[in-house]
């Protein structure tokens, strides 16, 4: 079993703020993805990075995959009230998927 | 593209019950994963598969099974039914194996399963 740590488990914060949720291992993986999932509904795709020391940039939201692709982060730069959710990361590992505790957001207007 | 769908959306089981939880995905993927999700926590691999006919145990597989003889279907079943299988039950699709940049997961709605 791989375990993907995630902190914090949960995060309120004003809207306009910014944040950073880490995603840490002991292990190494051949890709990283970091999930948005809504009440009621299945996780949703945000990004893969692949390379070590990899940062992606969607928008507000910046992904970055450490050197030894052990471990990652997502910074959401002037969070809205759309961005409330629980974020999960998820490493994968052979042919399986592994994912994380999750952090759950809430942005207050 | 209805892409994953899942059945049923909700189900309430006695103890020791069996069930077949349904999945089916239209996008001709080859890898399909169940994963269960208990509160506020992050998904678990019960089974995947990588093309029909294969399938293989995931982190948690005791007391389901699973079955791929297409590749749109991947029926996960529940025998003896237990408190502990309460959860939230996902099936997802991907065309590509895991750890390539294009290796993005279809997740369905999921179901709810409650055993008491």
């Known amino acids: 079993t791989q375990l993907l740590e995630q902190s914090p488990q949960f995060l309120s914060i004003q809207e306009g703020e910014n944040l950073t949720v880490y995603c840490n291992s002991s292990?190494?993986?051949?890709?990283l993805q970091w999930y948005r999932q809504e009440p009621g509904e299945g996780p949703v795709l945000l990004v893969t990075?692949?390379?070590?020391?990899e940062v992606k940039k969607l928008k507000r939201l910046t992904f970055q995959f450490g050197d030894a692709r052990k471990d990652s982060s997502l910074h959401i730069t002037a969070a809205q009230t759309g961005d409330t959710g629980l974020y999960l990361c998820?490493?994968?590992?052979?042919?399986?998927?592994?994912f994380g505790t999750g952090t759950s957001l809430t942005v207050i207007p | 593209n209805a892409g994953v769908t899942q059945t049923p959306k909700f189900r309430i089981l006695k103890i020791g019950q069996s069930m077949t939880l349904q999945c089916t995905q239209d996008?001709?993927?080859?890898?399909m994963y169940w994963y269960r999700q208990d509160p506020g926590m992050g998904l678990k691999l019960i089974y995947y598969?990588?093309?029909?006919?294969?399938?293989d145990k995931g982190e948690v597989p005791n007391g389901y099974n699973v079955s791929r003889s297409t590749t749109e279907d991947f029926p996960l079943r529940l025998e003896l039914a237990a408190p502990s299988q309460t959860s939230v039950y996902f099936c997802?699709?991907?065309?590509?194996?895991?750890?390539?940049?294009?290796?993005?997961?279809?997740f369905g709605p999921g179901t709810r399963l409650t055993v008491l």
């Open positions: 997802a699709s991907s065309n590509y194996r895991p750890g390539t940049v294009t290796d993005t997961q279809y």
């Open positions: 292990s190494v993986f051949s890709s």
């Open positions: 990075v692949v390379t070590g020391g």
């Open positions: 998820a490493g994968a590992y052979g042919n399986q998927f592994y």
């Open positions: 996008m001709n993927h080859n890898y």
């Open positions: 598969s990588v093309g029909a006919g294969i399938t």
